[in-house]
Protein backbone atom coordinates (compact mmCIF):
# COMPACT_ATOMS: atom_id res chain seq x y z
CA UNK A 1 0.00 0.00 0.00
CA UNK A 2 0.96 3.35 -0.31
CA UNK A 3 0.02 5.94 1.85
CA UNK A 4 -2.46 8.79 -0.53
CA UNK A 5 -4.22 11.12 2.16
CA UNK A 6 -4.69 12.26 5.80
CA UNK A 7 -6.93 9.66 5.65
CA UNK A 8 -4.90 6.45 5.10
CA UNK A 9 -2.15 7.95 7.56
CA UNK A 10 -4.64 8.17 10.46
CA UNK A 11 -6.17 4.53 10.12
CA UNK A 12 -2.65 3.76 9.71
CA UNK A 13 -1.29 5.17 13.08
CA UNK A 14 -4.92 3.57 14.46
CA UNK A 15 -4.24 0.11 13.95
CA UNK A 16 -0.40 0.71 14.40
CA UNK A 17 -0.76 1.44 18.03
CA UNK A 18 -3.57 -0.63 18.87
CA UNK A 19 -0.75 -3.58 17.62
CA UNK A 20 1.09 -1.76 19.37
CA UNK A 21 -0.55 -1.79 22.39
CA UNK A 22 -1.44 -5.80 22.49
CA UNK A 23 1.84 -6.80 22.48
CA UNK A 24 2.57 -4.67 25.76
CA UNK A 25 -0.06 -5.83 27.07
CA UNK A 26 0.41 -9.70 26.20
CA UNK A 27 4.13 -9.02 27.40
CA UNK A 28 2.96 -7.56 30.83
CA UNK A 29 0.86 -11.04 31.42
CA UNK A 30 3.93 -13.05 30.35
CA UNK A 31 5.21 -15.42 32.94
CA UNK A 32 6.34 -18.87 33.34
CA UNK A 33 3.63 -22.00 33.64
CA UNK A 34 1.06 -20.18 31.47
CA UNK A 35 0.26 -22.00 28.38
CA UNK A 36 0.79 -19.99 24.91
CA UNK A 37 -3.34 -20.51 24.59
CA UNK A 38 -3.86 -18.19 27.17
CA UNK A 39 -0.98 -16.01 26.26
CA UNK A 40 -3.14 -16.08 23.12
CA UNK A 41 -6.74 -15.27 24.80
CA UNK A 42 -5.06 -12.15 26.72
CA UNK A 43 -4.51 -10.41 23.20
CA UNK A 44 -7.66 -11.95 21.42
CA UNK A 45 -9.80 -9.85 24.64
CA UNK A 46 -7.34 -6.54 24.18
CA UNK A 47 -7.57 -6.52 19.99
CA UNK A 48 -11.46 -7.50 20.33
CA UNK A 49 -11.70 -4.17 23.21
CA UNK A 50 -10.03 -2.37 20.82
CA UNK A 51 -12.26 -2.67 17.86
CA UNK A 52 -9.59 -4.65 15.85
CA UNK A 53 -9.53 -8.11 13.94
CA UNK A 54 -6.89 -10.16 13.91
CA UNK A 55 -5.17 -10.20 10.52
CA UNK A 56 -3.78 -14.03 11.02
CA UNK A 57 -7.62 -14.99 11.29
CA UNK A 58 -8.87 -12.48 8.62
CA UNK A 59 -6.31 -13.71 5.78
CA UNK A 60 -5.33 -17.48 6.61
CA UNK A 61 -7.82 -18.96 8.47
CA UNK A 62 -5.08 -19.48 11.48
CA UNK A 63 -5.62 -21.10 15.09
CA UNK A 64 -5.10 -18.15 17.23
CA UNK A 65 -5.34 -14.38 16.60
CA UNK A 66 -1.80 -14.16 17.36
CA UNK A 67 1.24 -15.92 16.62
CA UNK A 68 4.11 -17.08 19.83
CA UNK A 69 7.06 -18.66 18.99
CA UNK A 70 9.37 -20.50 21.51
CA UNK A 71 12.96 -20.58 21.71
CA UNK A 72 13.98 -21.97 18.29
CA UNK A 73 10.61 -21.42 16.68
CA UNK A 74 11.02 -18.52 14.28
CA UNK A 75 7.48 -17.43 13.65
CA UNK A 76 3.96 -18.51 12.87
CA UNK A 77 3.70 -20.19 16.35
CA UNK A 78 -0.12 -21.69 16.62
CA UNK A 79 -1.52 -20.71 20.03
CA UNK A 80 -1.40 -24.42 22.14
CA UNK A 81 -2.98 -25.50 25.52
CA UNK A 82 -0.56 -27.69 25.67
CA UNK A 83 2.39 -25.70 25.04
CA UNK A 84 3.68 -24.54 28.34
CA UNK A 85 6.26 -21.07 28.89
CA UNK A 86 9.05 -22.31 30.54
CA UNK A 87 11.48 -20.18 32.86
CA UNK A 88 14.30 -18.91 30.69
CA UNK A 89 12.52 -19.10 27.32
CA UNK A 90 12.45 -16.46 24.63
CA UNK A 91 9.40 -16.03 23.64
CA UNK A 92 8.06 -14.11 19.89
CA UNK A 93 5.02 -12.48 20.24
CA UNK A 94 3.49 -11.16 16.39
CA UNK A 95 0.42 -9.46 16.41
CA UNK A 96 -0.83 -8.43 13.22
CA UNK A 97 -4.76 -6.65 12.96
CA UNK A 98 -7.10 -5.27 10.92
CA UNK A 99 -9.74 -2.43 11.81
CA UNK A 100 -11.60 0.05 9.46
CA UNK A 101 -9.80 -1.65 6.40
CA UNK A 102 -6.19 -0.63 7.33
CA UNK A 103 -3.94 -3.44 8.45
CA UNK A 104 -0.25 -3.33 10.68
CA UNK A 105 1.80 -5.85 12.15
CA UNK A 106 4.64 -5.93 14.89
CA UNK A 107 6.24 -8.37 16.55
CA UNK A 108 8.83 -8.71 19.60
CA UNK A 109 10.73 -11.09 21.32
CA UNK A 110 10.65 -11.28 25.23
CA UNK A 111 12.86 -13.66 27.78
CA UNK A 112 11.26 -14.91 30.73
CA UNK A 113 13.46 -15.18 33.75
CA UNK A 114 15.42 -16.23 34.45
CA UNK A 115 17.70 -13.96 32.19
CA UNK A 116 21.02 -15.70 30.68
CA UNK A 117 23.83 -13.70 29.55
CA UNK A 118 23.75 -15.38 25.91
CA UNK A 119 20.31 -14.71 25.40
CA UNK A 120 20.45 -11.54 26.50
CA UNK A 121 23.13 -10.52 23.94
CA UNK A 122 20.53 -12.00 21.29
CA UNK A 123 18.03 -10.03 21.87
CA UNK A 124 20.12 -6.95 22.01
CA UNK A 125 21.51 -7.77 18.67
CA UNK A 126 17.85 -8.51 17.13
CA UNK A 127 16.95 -5.26 18.38
CA UNK A 128 19.41 -3.34 16.99
CA UNK A 129 19.03 -5.08 13.63
CA UNK A 130 15.74 -3.64 13.70
CA UNK A 131 17.37 -0.36 14.15
CA UNK A 132 20.08 -0.87 11.52
CA UNK A 133 17.43 -1.41 9.17
CA UNK A 134 14.80 1.73 9.74
CA UNK A 135 18.14 3.86 9.19
CA UNK A 136 18.20 2.61 6.11
CA UNK A 137 14.53 3.08 4.98
CA UNK A 138 14.44 6.19 3.22
CA UNK A 139 12.56 7.67 -0.19
CA UNK A 140 15.05 6.95 -3.05
CA UNK A 141 17.43 4.88 -1.61
CA UNK A 142 17.59 0.76 -2.81
CA UNK A 143 15.62 -1.68 -0.25
CA UNK A 144 18.41 -4.22 -0.74
CA UNK A 145 20.30 -1.55 1.71
CA UNK A 146 18.56 -2.53 3.93
CA UNK A 147 19.95 -6.06 3.66
CA UNK A 148 23.24 -5.62 3.37
CA UNK A 149 23.17 -3.30 6.40
CA UNK A 150 21.38 -5.83 8.39
CA UNK A 151 23.39 -8.67 7.44
CA UNK A 152 26.83 -6.82 8.15
CA UNK A 153 25.81 -5.67 11.99
CA UNK A 154 24.39 -8.66 12.65
CA UNK A 155 27.75 -11.06 11.56
CA UNK A 156 30.32 -8.20 13.36
CA UNK A 157 28.34 -9.02 16.62
CA UNK A 158 28.72 -13.26 15.72
CA UNK A 159 25.02 -13.62 14.63
CA UNK A 160 23.58 -14.94 11.69
CA UNK A 161 19.84 -13.59 9.41
CA UNK A 162 17.56 -16.35 8.54
CA UNK A 163 16.93 -15.57 4.50
CA UNK A 164 13.55 -16.70 4.16
CA UNK A 165 11.97 -14.78 6.44
CA UNK A 166 11.38 -11.28 4.65
CA UNK A 167 10.02 -7.92 5.47
CA UNK A 168 6.53 -7.34 3.34
CA UNK A 169 4.38 -4.72 1.95
CA UNK A 170 0.59 -3.89 4.58
CA UNK A 171 -1.81 -1.67 4.74
CA UNK A 172 -4.60 -3.08 2.87
CA UNK A 173 -3.58 -6.68 3.20
CA UNK A 174 -1.05 -8.82 6.11
CA UNK A 175 1.08 -9.64 2.83
CA UNK A 176 1.83 -7.21 0.11
CA UNK A 177 4.41 -6.00 -2.23
CA UNK A 178 7.46 -5.57 -1.84
CA UNK A 179 9.45 -8.41 0.03
CA UNK A 180 11.99 -6.76 2.03
CA UNK A 181 14.90 -8.99 2.45
CA UNK A 182 17.22 -9.00 5.51
CA UNK A 183 20.11 -10.21 3.74
CA UNK A 184 22.10 -8.31 0.84
CA UNK A 185 20.99 -9.22 -2.70
CA UNK A 186 22.92 -7.20 -5.24
CA UNK A 187 20.11 -8.03 -8.19
CA UNK A 188 17.53 -6.87 -5.77
CA UNK A 189 16.97 -3.29 -7.56
CA UNK A 190 13.70 -1.56 -6.26
CA UNK A 191 13.70 1.79 -4.45
CA UNK A 192 11.71 2.81 -1.53
CA UNK A 193 8.80 5.32 -2.62
CA UNK A 194 7.09 8.26 -0.27
CA UNK A 195 4.63 6.49 0.95
CA UNK A 196 4.84 3.49 0.83
CA UNK A 197 3.71 1.30 3.95
CA UNK A 198 5.87 -2.02 5.04
CA UNK A 199 7.07 -4.18 7.75
CA UNK A 200 11.15 -4.67 9.18
CA UNK A 201 11.46 -7.71 10.59
CA UNK A 202 15.34 -9.48 10.51
CA UNK A 203 15.08 -12.44 12.38
CA UNK A 204 18.52 -13.30 13.89
CA UNK A 205 20.05 -16.41 14.97
CA UNK A 206 22.60 -17.92 17.04
CA UNK A 207 23.62 -20.00 14.37
CA UNK A 208 23.49 -20.42 10.19
CA UNK A 209 19.94 -22.29 9.56
CA UNK A 210 17.35 -22.90 7.58
CA UNK A 211 13.81 -22.54 8.29
CA UNK A 212 11.30 -25.73 8.17
CA UNK A 213 8.15 -26.07 8.87
CA UNK A 214 6.30 -27.70 11.66
CA UNK A 215 4.09 -30.40 11.62
CA UNK A 216 0.96 -28.24 12.11
CA UNK A 217 1.72 -26.91 8.91
CA UNK A 218 1.97 -23.44 10.61
CA UNK A 219 5.18 -23.48 12.55
CA UNK A 220 8.56 -21.88 10.84
CA UNK A 221 11.27 -23.63 12.92
CA UNK A 222 15.12 -23.15 12.91
CA UNK A 223 17.26 -26.10 12.96
CA UNK A 224 17.62 -26.40 16.86
CA UNK A 225 19.20 -22.73 16.85
CA UNK A 226 17.83 -19.95 19.06
CA UNK A 227 16.14 -16.64 17.42
CA UNK A 228 14.87 -13.42 18.15
CA UNK A 229 13.17 -11.16 16.38
CA UNK A 230 11.46 -7.24 16.05
CA UNK A 231 9.51 -6.28 13.79
CA UNK A 232 7.64 -2.65 12.97
CA UNK A 233 5.41 -1.42 10.33
CA UNK A 234 6.26 1.89 8.85
CA UNK A 235 5.53 4.53 6.17
CA UNK A 236 8.68 5.68 3.66
CA UNK A 237 9.26 9.49 4.27
CA UNK A 238 12.09 11.50 2.31
CA UNK A 239 13.86 11.21 5.89
CA UNK A 240 12.93 9.05 8.62
CA UNK A 241 10.21 6.90 8.55
CA UNK A 242 6.99 6.78 10.66
CA UNK A 243 6.63 4.26 12.91
CA UNK A 244 3.24 3.21 13.05
CA UNK A 245 3.45 0.46 15.82
CA UNK A 246 5.83 1.92 17.92
CA UNK A 247 3.82 3.04 21.32
Not at 161 to 166: A, P, Q, S
Not at 167 to 186: D, K, L, Q, T
Request: overall charge negative; glycine content about 8%; hydrophobic content about 40%.
Amino acid sequence: MTVENEQDLLGLKAIGRIVGLTIQHMAQHLQPGMTTAELDAIGAEFLAQQGARSAPILAYNFPGHTCISINSEAAHGAPRSDRVIQPGDLVNIDVSAEKDGYWADSGMSFHVPPYDPAKQKLLRVARRALGVAIQQARAGRLINQVGKAVETYAKKQGFFVIRELNGHGIGRFIHEAPSVPHFYNPSFKERFEVGMVLTLEPFIAMQPTRIFEGEDGWLLKTNGTLVAQYEHTIVITENEPILLTAV
